[in-house]
């Protein structure tokens, strides 16, 4: 990390935050940044896109210019080491399957998380890492305990439909993806419109996540709507998407 330089905001942002049409609308980021470190906003402007469907409730934004992305592109992929053995591992429907995919899970000690079957802990924070928790903190408002990264060699790798409600979840917290990278199409669908299980048509709601983008997963998004990332066999580059999530401490469970 020696030649890492963690730039540090100099200037108040110009920000606009842009309905689905386009249209300018409350700056709601804004009120919380300005509430909590006034005079440390990012340099770059903060446009964001509401993503609003019934319960659905997300917001997108780039995060970070290209030539910043690119070098922290390059030193996570130069940095983190992901899990192998059986940490690589998921249980859908009772049967063990290698996850399609690398994972690794950073975060505050003593945290735990259970999901499909395993229960990961985190290693310590390293720069890069708190480099981009604070700019998420930056300009959303919310601090983050806790990241699960995902590593996707290229198209062929991918996440199944699933909901981030677990337990160790704060309850009602917010879930902040960023990813690097490849650019990937994300698709969530309503828990009343999947599958078999279909009791009613809603349209899938379908977006592209950038490289240096961040996708804030508001309440109560993922009550109701599950989440992937589908295979796309055209995409031959590696992304790597980091999800901060606010877990509780054990003593709160
Ligand atoms: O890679 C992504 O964008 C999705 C990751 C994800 O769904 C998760 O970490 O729960």
Known sequence: MDKFVIKKAKTKSKRTLVDDTGSPTEDLTRKKCRGEEADALPEQTCTWKRI????LSCDYTSLFKKAEADEIFQQLEKDIVYFT???SKVQVYGKWHNVPRKQVTFGD??????????TLSPKPWIPVLDLIRERVQLVTGHSFNFVLINRYKDGNDHIGDHRDDEKELVPQSPIASVSFGASRDFVFRHRDSRGKNSVRTIEPV???????SLLMMNFPTNVYWYHSLPVRRKVLAARVNLTFRKIKPPSQR
């Open 206 to 212: 379908k977006l592209e996540l950038e490289h240096g």
């Open 109 to 118: 000690e003593g945290l735990t998380y259970t999901f499909s079957g395993i």
């Open 52 to 55: 609003r469907e019934e319960n």
């Open 85 to 87: 053995g059986d940490l």
